[in-house]
């Protein structure tokens, strides 16, 4: 059981305590609820630009990283389609600094002219070198517009168009800064060694004057149901060629999550698990073989993804996957592959768990689809899950008309 103590500050901030003795250190976890999902169509990467903006410093504070490095510390940050997450770990005793800095940050972020034109350079040039440039880069470029027509799941976090951060404008960048980086709109976890009335005390002192704002009501548009299969072929300078097939499923809240998340396990979680024994090792159609949940809060999807050996057919590689999902469809799988998925995930857990930033974002996460409570109740969530439910709703996720899929080939020599 994690404890934890929960205050809101009367500008809206959420914020979780979370007290461990076993570490002196501490980890600020600030969770925005603002990802990729919140971005106009027409201006995609807005999130995952202000990962990048939020380290540019303030008045204040005119480079971010140096007094967390004077106070022996580190930080980082990450974005995806739902959130951006910004953490600092630090010895105990400076905790304050965190705050400071995160509040300043919060409320004065520096967005002049200059600084934007740095950042958007720099983004833009991460998009060319992992995405456009990199072997395999632009899959997901590729495989959500493909999977997604209506949903902002049709774009990743990096953007749709590298020409949407180049070309966006300051005032455009000021509005989403304004409409999602507010008290209201962030979750503040602390976990480690420092007491709950400690940690309000100094939330209260560098959040409590920062202005609320109304918090943001979405209306995303519903993705319709998939029903007819959806292809594309590809050809670019890779050495190999890769399947990929994506599956619609439901959201992280339901309980189709955690039993995909268990069988996409006993499939492919480890190298005894059923795709690499079969698909890479007895058949030898694959170098590699995976099969995942993208994990995102609104309906995301399953994702299969594989390396084929030179030589393979792909399409032969194709049935021998469809072969092995429509098997967990019709037949339990066994007691024992579903307790090593079991033993699994809480081994990883318990693991994960040693850290304190994790807790502090896990906290922070939980909160924000409902409950902090549910890093306690999770576990009951995944222990529940049975043979038949999987192999249930392996059969109403693993259909045909609910499949997109990318050949992705070498180029002809």
Request: charged content about 25%; some cysteine; glycine content about 6%.
């Amino acid at each position: 059981m994690i404890e934890f103590e929960r205050h809101t500050l009367t500008n809206g901030l959420k914020v979780i305590a979370h007290h461990d003795d076993s570490t002196p250190m501490v980890t600020t976890d600030l969770l925005y609820d603002a990802g990729a999902r919140d971005e106009d169509p027409a201006a995609t990467g807005m999130a995952h630009l202000f990962e990048h903006l939020m380290f540019e410093g303030t008045d204040n504070i005119p480079v971010f990283d140096t007094p967390v490095m004077l106070a022996g510390g580190e930080n980082n940050a990450f974005t995806n389609n739902d959130i951006t997450n910004y953490y600092i770990t630090l010895p105990a005793d400076n905790l304050e600094t965190a705050l400071w800095l995160e509040a300043d940050r919060m409320k004065n972020l520096n967005l002049s002219e200059e600084r934007l034109i740095t950042q958007k350079s720099v983004v833009a040039e991460e998009f060319r070198q992992r995405y456009l440039n990199q072997p395999y880069g632009d899959i997901h470029l590729l495989l959500r517009p493909l999977a997604y027509k209506v949903h902002p799941y049709r774009w990743p976090a990096i953007g749709m168009d590298i020409s949407h951060i180049e070309n966006a404008a300051g005032s455009l960048i000021r509005e989403f800064h304004r409409r999602h980086y507010n008290p209201s709109n962030a979750i503040l976890c602390v976990a480690g060694s420092a007491k709950p009335e400690r940690v309000f005390m100094m939330a209260e002192k560098w959040f409590g004057d920062i202005s609320p704002s109304e918090k943001i009501c979405r209306r995303l548009p519903p993705e319709p149901a998939q029903d007819a299969r959806r292809e594309m072929t590809v050809s670019r300078n890779v050495p190999s060629a890769q399947l990929i097939m994506a599956f619609h499923t439901a959201g992280r809240d339901s309980s189709a999550f955690y039993i995909l998340d268990l069988l996409t396990d006993i499939l492919a979680g480890s190298d005894s698990g059923r795709f690499p024994g079969i698909l890479v090792r007895k058949k030898e159609l694959f170098s590699e073989a995976d099969i995942y949940l993208s994990g995102e809060i609104d309906p995301g999807l399953v994702i299969f993804s594989g390396k084929l050996m030179n030589g393979t057919d792909i399409s032969k590689a194709e049935e021998a996957v469809i072969d092995e999902l429509n098997r967990v469809a019709q037949e339990p799988v066994s007691a024992a592959e579903l307790d090593k998925a079991r033993n699994r995930y809480e081994s990883i857990r318990l693991m994960s768990y040693m850290n304190p930033g994790n807790k502090a974002f896990a906290l922070a996460f939980h909160e924000l689809l409902g409950d902090a409570n549910g890093i306690n109740t999770e576990i009951e969530k995944y222990m529940s899950v049975t043979a038949a439910e999987i192999m249930n709703e392996a059969s109403e996720t693993f259909l045909p008309e609910n499949c997109s899929i990318i050949y992705y080939l070498p180029e002809k020599k």
